[in-house]
């Protein structure tokens, strides 16, 4: 059984306020975006000499590292403590860059747990496989339902938003630098705003520049100048509208024709789609 785990741009993110735990409130709009990583999934024979239950292998963008600790590793081990699930073999081909500010870690492991939904018959409706994404990252529940949304407290409580992007072409630049989110966090100024990311993607595109704004960009650019450059040629080549993405690295543009991101950007990661 396979699933293509979808990214997730962010249409704005705002940091509003500093909880009394520690963490952050913010207001963002997350938006579904076609580049997507593979997951598949399929029993393990009784005699395959494996120590682990979920045996997970990585192509593609692989960062590295220990492939037991992968969020889709996490998924099946706390969806494993509460129903009984056969020891399986997963691989997961990432297509999506990592630490790049597009969700592709939260979105492969809320795949996981809506294919061993379908694959075992647990019977797990969207709410239930939610709440138990929330507990892996805030950001998870959003892949469960994988439909726009408005995502307000630390980005887990999420509304429903009718929004369609369709027509525009989506180019996104990814130039591989790694962002701290932590140290991003720990560089912004939280405060409300007069106008939520919510009403200002209610209006046109074209009204979106100077208003629907990402709060990590002055102090992201600061200490990466670099991808605050992304996002000016971006606007350069005719984006309609330019953000960074997360707390980045990747910056993303709407234009209304085709844009040419790979000869403008050698060396960086890019993506150009057209919405449907």
Known sequence: M?????????????IVGRRPDGYHDLETVFYPVPLADALEIHPMDDGFPSAADCDLKVTGFNPGGDEQQNLVVRAYNLLR?????????????KAIPSQAGMGGGSSDCA?????????????IDSQALAQLAATLGADCPFFVYGSAAYAEGIGDRLTPIHLSLAGWTLGIV?????????????????????ESCRQVVALPVEAWRGRLTNDFEQSVFALH???????QRLYDLG????????????VYALFRKEANLAQAFPGAFTYVCKIE
């Open 2 to 14: 396979i699933d293509f785990p979808q990214a997730k741009i962010n249409l704005g993110l705002n």
């Open 81 to 93: 403590a509460s129903h009984p699930l056969p020891r399986i073999h997963a691989h997961l081909h």
């Open 111 to 123: 795949a996981m747990l809506k294919l061993l939904n379908r694959a075992c018959s647990l019977g």
């Open 174 to 194: 990814c130039p591989g630098i790694p962002v701290s989110t932590r140290e991003a966090f720990a560089r912004v100024s939280p405060h409300p705003r007069a």
């Open 225 to 231: 100048p670099e991808i605050g450059h992304i996002k």
């Open 239 to 250: 984006a309609a509208y330019a953000s960074m993405t997360g707390s980045g690295s990747s």
